[in-house]
């Protein structure tokens, strides 16, 4: 058996503090919009392609279960007729061009020139070392692209390869725990922790009519109450998928120890806290209801 070296639970509260949230700026941020919008690429299409884009001109199949939380009949009005309008390399290069506009005008070209962001970006990418590349798809589809030689291009690099790889790990977890796209999505949203339903019908693809259909199925499997809170088993079902995601998502923190991911978790999250207070993330993005 294999002992952590890490305090508990550290790991994850580095990645949802300084690794996911500095990926994610990207999905919100105009200056993607701006970029795609120039190749033809306008709407949900731009955060869409820009995230699918390692894949290569992939189809809604591919893409359906690379992301998992998506309705497959959403994506198919996007692939693979995206690919028309522009190649994925096309894709790649105006996302990096967004991902350094949009961390210019949220950190400040002094945070981004200091050495602190790049002893971030050097401890993201030690992370990635031990990270893994059989049955995650999104994770070894961005390990092949080249890496940014700017600091804050190769910690946002890094962060998206670490936000990739737990993701990859977590739709196995999902697959284990029994929870369909829809289910996970209901079941993350009454921890509080996931997206408001007003983002998920939004983003995601479904109707009202499905999140209700799922939460019914949710309640007839003991894991949802009348008020749509999580009961006891429901609770307990999510803390083990969490479990599973942690277990499966272990190495890069290992492989960083328990001193590096404590100094990445203090800057990274320094700099993610920037990002938020300077407008990064719609304020009712997450949250119950």
Known sequence: MTFSTL???AAR???????????????????LRTELGLLGIEGPAAALSSRSAAMGAVGPGTVVAAFYSYSH???????????????????????LRAVDATLTRLLGAEALASPEL??????????????????????????????????????WHATTLLRE??????????????LDPVEALVSHNATGRGMTSKWLLATRGWSQDDLTAAADRLRERGLLDAGAELTEAGTALRARLEADTD????????HLGAAGLARLHE??????????????????LTGKG
């Open 73 to 95: 009949a959403h994506l198919a009005r996007f692939f693979p007729a995206v690919w028309q309008k522009a190649a994925p390399e096309q894709v790649l290069d105006a996302r």
């Open 13 to 31: 509260r580095c990645w949802h503090a300084a690794i996911n949230p500095m990926h994610s700026t990207i999905y919100f941020s105009p200056d």
């Open 165 to 178: 790889h737990r993701g990859d790990g977590h739709l196995t977890a999902l697959l284990i725990a029994g």
């Open 247 to 254: 277990r499966l998502d272990a190495a890069p923190y290992e």
């Open 267 to 284: 800057l990274g999250g320094g700099f993610v806290a920037r990002v938020i207070a300077a407008g990064a993330f719609p304020a009712d």
């Open 7 to 9: 305090p508990p639970l």
């Open 118 to 155: 790049a002893e971030a970006a050097d401890l993201a990418m030690r992370a990635t070392e031990a990270c893994a590349r059989p049955g995650r798809t999104l994770y070894s589809a961005h390990a092949d692209l080249p890496v940014p030689e700017a600091p804050h291009l190769r910690l």
